[in-house]
């Protein structure tokens, strides 16, 4: 267990995040409003107006342009203003109709702004525009009613997504946002290191007892919690070790008075004798097969990596030597890190089933998403589905006799599944379509 330098809380953290955020926004916010200039809504002479009316519409380079509509109602909400009446009289005169034909529809922009008028005022100067002259600033409708009781209405072109002022600050705020991403994804990283870090602690704890303890370091809430994950570890290790040494001697003991019987039963008959020595040998065999179990699955051995696809094929030639039905299908190298000892016991003890219960044993290597498969079919009769995961319980056997002829003590599959899960995997037993049963099993690269 080392001890880095302590580090800001979580908490600290997350609010130190939250402010900074906070203080980018604001900064941002007053960017825009102190640097940008303020939107400079296009305006329009009555004479373009009217020539737009007569079917003469003016082209414009910087101003959108005017479009003519026929309408059946007329523009509203109606513009109200000192300069509104001599603007419609105006526009009335010219084309030739009663004032109260015309009527002038539309929105008050952000006018105001003293910069926003200032600029208005530069633009018109720069038209050649006489201050008496009058003119209408977008957003305006024009509506002329006709004979027929409809309205002519003109107004300038709707921007189709969004104005310029508008882009531009839409910009503005997309590249703040790009510019903030690097700082946010540096906070993120930070603030979920710690939860990878104790992700792969509970991976390696699953897989190997004796992993080594998680470095306390970082914020005081994941100190705290490495202490505790570093003490939860040696209890569990402590843990395994009292029921390993508990299970010593327990056959210990038991062995003692099993010496005693067999020198008791070598007065009796011949007969009675061969009976009770077979049944002292069966409960010998299943203490020691148990005592094996145990330390097998507590105490693994060695990580180093190997190439499995090898390690099958070596056990089925050995096997095929005493006249076993083994075979290998070709496939694909796998390497993996593992016990090479405990992995030679699971598919030896896989192989030796298949033959056992289905005559022979076809097995197959090779990778599947980041495990490495190894699959074994037989050509038995199966199991039931009921009994597909009770055959891996310790002593649990479908034939119920302890005949050696016939099989086990029924820790064969136990033993199995025990050294997969040791390594972070598992194994299944599947019946084949057909007949025959597959035994799959999968172990992480």
């Not at 809380?9 to 997350?14: A, F, I, K």
């Not at 009663?98 to 910069?115: N, Q």
Request: net charge neutral.
């Amino acid at each position: 267990m080392r001890f880095g330098r302590p580090t800001a809380s979580l908490l600290v953290q997350l609010l130190t995040l939250t402010g900074l955020t906070l203080v980018a926004a604001w900064a941002m916010s007053a960017l825009l409003v102190f640097m940008l200039p303020p939107p400079a809504p296009d305006f329009y002479r009555l004479s373009e107006i009217e020539r737009t009316f007569r079917g003469q519409a003016p082209s414009f380079t910087e101003r959108r342009p005017l479009m003519l509509e026929t309408k059946d109602t007329p523009p509203g909400p109606e513009l109200e203003g000192k300069t509104m009446p001599a603007i419609r009289d105006k526009i009335a005169a010219d084309l030739g109709v009663p004032s109260s034909s015309v009527t002038i529809g539309g929105k008050r922009g952000p006018l105001a702004d003293r910069r926003v008028g200032r600029i208005i005022r530069d633009r018109v100067a720069r038209a050649g525009m006489r201050e008496e002259e009058h003119f209408l600033v977008a957003p305006f409708e024009v509506g002329v009613r006709q004979p027929d009781g409809r309205w002519k209405v003109v107004e300038p072109e709707r921007p189709f997504w969004l104005d310029d002022w508008q882009q531009r600050v839409a910009i503005w705020f997309a590249l703040s946002a790009l510019a903030m991403s690097p700082v946010a994804w540096i906070f993120a990283r930070r603030l979920s290191q710690p939860i990878k870090v104790f992700a792969e602690a509970a991976e390696r704890l699953g897989r190997d007892p004796n992993a080594p303890p998680l470095e306390v370091k970082g914020p005081a809430e994941v100190t705290t919690a490495a202490r505790a994950f570093n003490e939860m570890q040696g209890r569990l290790r402590r843990y395994v070790e009292d029921r390993t040494a508990m299970m010593g001697a327990i056959a210990h003991d038991l062995r003692t008075p099993l010496t005693r019987l067999r020198f008791r039963i070598e007065s009796l008959p011949e007969e009675q004798r061969v009976k009770y020595a077979s049944d002292l040998d069966q409960m010998e065999e299943m203490i020691t097969a148990t005592l094996t179990f145990v330390r097998d699955a507590t105490r693994p051995g060695e990580r180093t990596p190997l190439e499995l696809s090898s390690l099958v094929e070596s056990l089925c030639d050995e096997m095929a030597e005493t006249g076993a039905k083994t075979e290998v299908e070709p496939g694909e190298k796998v390497i993996l890190e593992g016990d090479p000892m405990a992995l030679r016991r699971l598919i030896a003890n896989l192989l030796e089933n298949a033959v056992k219960f289905g005559g022979q044993a076809r097995a197959r290597v090779f990778s599947d998403a980041g495990h490495a498969v190894v699959e074994i079919d037989d050509d038995g009769p199966g199991i039931p589905e009921k009994d597909a995961e009770k055959v891996f319980d310790p002593f649990y056997r479908r034939e119920p006799s302890r005949s050696r002829q016939t099989g086990g003590i029924g820790l064969g599959l136990a033993i199995v599944r025990s050294i997969a899960r040791g390594h972070g995997g598992d194994v299944s037993l599947t019946n084949r379509v057909g007949g025959g049963l597959t035994a799959r099993v999968q172990l992480p690269l």
